[in-house]
């Protein structure tokens, strides 16, 4: 019993290694499947788009997947090869916002607006509370900080 137990431990710390720092990461490709565990063999938990943030809070020990927090507090898998840090990335955070055309409520509400909870965008320019922020079409705008999450 204490060997099934030993074996079933050890088993579980080969597959997983965390770590103790937080790194956000961004989704870089159009489409990405987030799974239950670090594998395709592991069921999807969703699917998710370009610009999508996370914060590392794991990795394999192959370094092959990421365990991966999103907005809501959950913790799924994705491939590393599917994500990078090389820019900052936002999702709303709200049911549904306005995108500005320019960094205050003083400006008129962009063609994209509203951004609706879990959209997601790469993170352009910080100015006071508000963001500039891309799309996955490129398309660009502003919105206050308060709304979006970004780790």
Not at 66 to 75: F, L, N
Request: charge should be positive; proline fraction near 4%; glycine fraction near 6%.
């Amino acid at each position: 019993m204490i060997t099934k137990l030993f074996l079933t431990i050890l088993s579980i710390c080969s597959t997983l290694l965390i770590i103790n720092q937080t790194d956000a990461v961004c989704i870089s490709v159009p489409k990405a499947n987030i799974r239950m565990g670090p594998g395709t063999n592991y069921e999807k938990a969703w699917q998710v788009y370009r610009y999508m943030p996370f914060k590392k809070v794991g990795a394999s020990l192959n370094g092959q997947w990421y365990a991966i927090e999103d907005v809501d507090g959950d913790v799924n898998w994705v491939s590393a090869s599917l994500v990078t840090n090389s820019y900052d990335c936002a999702v709303v955070s709200k049911d549904q916002v306005n995108i500005r055309t320019g960094p205050g409520t003083g400006y008129q509400k962009s063609s994209m607006s509203p951004a609706l909870r879990y959209d997601a965008f790469k993170v352009l320019k910080r100015q006071a509370s508000w963001v500039r922020v891309q799309d996955a079409s490129g398309s660009i705008g502003w919105i206050h900080r308060d709304y979006l999450w970004i780790p």
